[in-house]
């Protein structure tokens, strides 16, 4: 897992060629300004999901993994809690092949995510986003998916 600035990103181009070109998508585009939607980036190797939701009660969250996407989820406004916690620390539910969603029960710690920032969730990273920090509020995300090598 990684958290960090978008002003950093360029500082995560050498992991990969896909992460590359998942991080140059957020930085030349105004976010602010896109709709919900999905953005083709690269076929079904990368591509981004545009979302507005409100941030809810960590009761309501659900601890979540992939194994074909690597994560790359940037708060555009707002600001949420989400939930981290390692594969071998958690008991898998349920998964949906299609989806490429997990489901998974046990517990892990939360960060604060602010509008500007991003953090990367690799297959072995489980975790639940959305969460509200002092009450519900609105939030818009860009989560681009970067298919796994």
Do not use: C
């Amino acid at each position: 897992m990684i958290i960090d600035s978008l002003e950093n990103a360029s500082s995560y181009y050498g992991i990969s060629e896909k992460l590359k070109k998942a991080f140059k998508f957020l930085e030349e585009r105004d976010l602010a300004e896109m709709e919900v939607g999905k953005y083709e980036i690269d076929g079904e190797n990368i591509f981004a999901i545009v979302d507005s939701y409100e941030t809810k009660p960590e009761e309501e969250g659900v601890w979540e993994g992939h194994r074909k996407y690597i994560d790359i989820q940037y708060l555009v406004e707002g600001i949420e809690l989400i939930g981290y916690s390692n594969l071998e620390k958690m008991n898998l539910k349920e998964y949906d092949v299609e989806k490429d969603f997990a489901v998974f029960a046990g517990e892990g710690e939360f960060l604060k995510l602010e509008a500007g920032y991003f953090m990367v969730f690799m297959p072995q990273d489980i975790h639940m986003p959305g969460i509200a920090v002092d009450g519900s509020q609105a939030a818009k995300k860009v989560i681009v998916k970067v298919k796994v090598d």
